[in-house]
Structures are given as C-alpha cells and as structure tokens.
T-cell receptor, first 114, second 114 residues
Framework: GDSVTQMEGPVTLSEEAFLTINCTYTATGYPSLFWYVQYPGEGLQLLLKATKADDKGSNKGFEATYRKETTSFHLEKGSVQVSDSAVYFCALSDGPGGGNKLTFGTGTQLKVEL | EADIYQTPRYLVIGTGKKITLECSQTMGHDKMYWYQQDPGMELHLIHYSYGVNSTEKGDLSSESTVSRIRTEHFPLTLESARPSHTSQYLC?????????????FGPGTRLTVL
C-alpha cells in the first residue's frame, strides 16, 4: 500500500537558518503530494502541494519539488523564522478516483530559536 | 480559504458519557473525513464519507460512529466514552468533482475522558 516516510524530529534551528525536511513516498500510480503545517492547538493547514512530476509547490517562502525518480518531496525554506515553529506533515493523495484519502507521514516538529 | 468548523474545541468529560463532536463545512464538499491524532502527532483516518447517506470506516478501528444526513454536516458520536478515547479529533473535507484532491481541515476537538 501507499506510505510516506519523513525525517524524525524535533528539528531545532536558529532563526534565519536553512531548513530541509526530508520526505519520501511509496505509491502506485501518480499521487498528488502535499505538505501540511500544524501550529500548536490548531488543525492542519495546507502549506503547498504538487500534482505531477517536476512540479514545484511554494508558499510563504517554503517550497518542495515532486521528484518521481527519487520518489521524494523534500520541504525547504531558505531562512526560517521563530513563527515557523510547528509540526510539518508530508502526505500523498490517492486522488479523486480513490476518494481523495490522504496517507500521512508521522510529522516533523520544527523549533526555531532566536 | 476553506470554511470548516468543529465544536467544541475542548471537551473534558467523565467515563461512560455519550458525546457528539460536531463538524460542518460551507464549501459544498461531498467528501468528509474524521482523523484521530495521538499524542505522538500521528494521524489516523477513522471514518469518511463520499456524500449524503454514505459512511465508511477508515484505517484505524474506532468505537465511534458517524452519520451524514446533510452534505455540510458530519458528526462523530461516542456512545460511552473511555479514557482510551482521549485524543485530538480532526475533521476534513474535499471536493468530489475531480477538480481537486486537497483536503481542508477544521481546527480540531481536543477530547479528554477522565
């Protein structure tokens, strides 16, 4: 079945540092890929998505590229801020034909310090 | 921007009580989902619905039940709450038209059973 593997946290960075959170996936077909962010005490917010190979999703300075050859969708940001402290989830969708069900990674907690 | 609401946001109740967690969305989405999020952050799909009068069990077995009498409303019920039900419950919805497979999440209900 489908699965998503993302790096374990917590990841602790200083403000303005470069961020990479690794995500790899296993899936049949051509899934859409997502990054969601969860701030303390809140639900999940869509951060960015990519629907096909070589697509780059970007939002709020974050970006991720859909790499079919390496089955990866790593999240990057050039300069993190304290306000980026949250839990980040990588996910894939089985698409409208499969009910749009998401398979999530286990989440990576990011802590950004001054 | 997605409009999906959950009430209550926080609930503390005693063992054996019956509870209903409410979820409503105003986007006209046909597909709706309930997730249970454990303290280790991992998300588990417990119920989903493809439309009115459609409900399915998710990947994680749950003692809860759901109903879908109206498109916009997808309540989750626990007939007799137990401490093992203590968790965060997240509701989500997505468009069934095939144009998008993005799920939009509500803010969550944090349930504590004493």
């Amino acid at each position: 079945g489908d699965s998503v593997t993302q790096m374990e946290g917590p990841v602790t960075l200083s403000e303005e540092a470069f961020l990479t959170i690794n995500c790899t996936y296993t899936a049949t077909g051509y899934p859409s890929l997502f990054w969601y962010v969860q701030y303390p005490g809140e639900g999940l917010q869509l951060l960015l998505k990519a629907t096909k190979a070589d697509d780059k999703g970007s939002n709020k300075g974050f970006e991720a590229t859909y790499r079919k050859e390496t089955t990866s969708f790593h999240l990057e940001k050039g300069s993190v801020q304290v306000s980026d402290s949250a839990v980040y989830f990588c996910a894939l969708s089985d698409g409208p034909g499969g009910g749009n069900k998401l398979t999530f990674g286990t989440g990576t907690q990011l802590k950004v310090e001054l | 921007e997605a409009d999906i609401y959950q009430t209550p946001r926080y609930l503390v109740i005693g063992t054996g009580k019956k509870i209903t967690l409410e979820c409503s969305q105003t986007m006209g989405h046909d597909k709706m989902y309930w997730y249970q999020q454990d303290p280790g952050m991992e998300l588990h799909l417990i119920h989903y619905s493809y439309g009115v009068n459609s409900t399915e069990k998710g990947d994680l077995s749950s003692e809860s039940t759901v109903s879908r009498i109206r498109t916009e409303h997808f309540p989750l019920t626990l007939e007799s709450a137990r401490p093992s039900h203590t968790s965060q419950y997240l509701c989500a919805s997505s468009d069934a038209s095939g144009r998008s497979d993005t799920q939009y999440f509500g803010p969550g209900t944090r349930l504590t059973v004493l």
